[in-house]
């Protein structure tokens, strides 16, 4: 087990653009997981964003596709996502997740969360 931590969340207007970062606390190693974000909007489902594997290759839900863009940075031993265009349906907890080695459709480790508020 890991714990994460992430940070950047804020409150925005449609059309901006923030920054989340995750980092795992103690002996954690990002390159180790394959390491996903997620959101949840009050009274809806948590849905997955965007997930990168050990091999940096990515993938996002549709909503999203073209405006965020995940990325790990070794080096920092951070988890970074870039969200650009923010529209209000972009609003909601985004929590970052983590999986030992390989991606698949569960993840064991994730963090308290960070709120972003997009106001139109």
């Known amino acids: 087990q890991v714990r994460l931590v992430e940070s950047g969340g804020g409150s925005v207007q449609a059309g901006g653009s923030l920054r989340l970062s995750c980092a795992p606390s103690g002996d954690g190693q990002v390159s180790w997981y394959c390491m996903a974000w997620f959101r949840q909007a009050p009274g809806q489902e948590r849905e997955e964003v965007a997930r990168?594997?050990?091999?940096?290759?990515?993938r996002y839900a549709d909503s999203v596709k073209g405006r965020f863009t995940i990325s790990r940075d070794n080096d920092k031993n951070s988890l970074f996502l870039r969200m650009n265009s923010l529209k209000p349906e972009d609003s909601g907890m985004y929590y970052c997740?983590?999986?030992?080695?390989?991606?698949?459709?569960?993840?064991?480790?994730w963090g308290q969360g960070t709120q972003v508020t997009v106001s139109s």
């Open positions: 990168i594997d050990r091999w940096d290759s990515s």
């Open positions: 997740a983590a999986e030992f080695a390989r991606c698949g459709n569960e993840f064991s480790n």
